[in-house]
């Protein structure tokens, strides 16, 4: 079974420029969840979907990022315009469950950022 | 908001047995999750704590105190393949996951 998948899985791009990341989640699962991971702050949810609904966006860092799920196989995340400070790595992970929260969140292999 | 705190790096030798702490502060959660996450590669789950008490799956058990904000990870019979971050996080409703900034687990021979 293929697990989550994004792309790319590297990024080096220009201050200013946009970023778009992409997810697909594992199929039949209904919730997709996008996090950063950096050194200093560790792993931060960002904003998660729950059949392709996003239902809490709290934790994206400004306006310059915004999140789609136009359907239940895809979702991306774009970073517009890019800072360096965004420079991190950024995991898509999905589940299966319902609004419980004990299940298993899976994780894709990560998009490693670097905005120069 | 919550507070969770590990310790930033732990060393163990091969075979031996190491106890990776989780403390944390919150209003509220639903239960305490574990993933392992390897240098460069992506967390994968361990475990998952919803009662107090211990929960054993092989070399790995995890535990939870409710009332003490305390959580543990423990690891037996060390491998080197262990060498790797542990990271707990809360599940605080609605399938919203806090993590901690995670441990770096160092196992030498």
């Not at chain 1, 594992?26 to 949810?45: A, C, D, K, P, V």
Request: aromatic fraction near 12%.
């Amino acid at each position: 079974d293929a697990g989550v998948i994004q792309s790319p899985r590297h990024e080096v791009t220009e201050m200013g420029q946009e970023v778009t990341l992409r997810c697909k989640p594992i199929s039949g699962h209904n919730s997709l969840f996008w996090y950063r991971q950096t050194m200093m702050r560790g792993l931060e949810l960002l904003i998660y979907f729950n059949n392709n609904v996003p239902i809490d966006d709290s934790g994206m860092p400004e306006d310059r990022f915004s999140a789609k799920m136009p359907n239940a196989s895809f979702s991306t995340l774009k970073i517009q315009p890019s800072e360096p400070r965004d420079s991190a790595v950024y995991f898509c992970a999905s589940t299966a469950g319902g609004t419980g929260g004990q299940e298993t969140q899976y994780f894709g292999p990560g998009t490693r950022l670097l905005v120069l | 908001g919550q507070n969770i705190d590990q310790p930033t790096e732990m060393t163990a030798t091969e075979g031996a047995i190491v106890q990776i702490n989780c403390t944390y502060q919150t209003s509220g959660f639903n239960g305490l999750f574990w993933y392992q996450q390897h240098a460069g590669e992506a967390p994968t789950f361990l475990s998952y704590n919803v009662l107090d008490g211990l929960e054993e799956k092989g070399r790995f058990s995890s535990f939870l105190s409710r009332s003490k904000g305390y959580s543990y990870l423990l690891l037996k019979e060390l491998q080197m393949k262990d060498s790797a971050s542990y990271l707990c996080a809360l599940n605080t409703g609605f399938q919203k996951l806090v993590f901690g900034t995670g441990t770096r687990l160092l196992v030498s021979p």
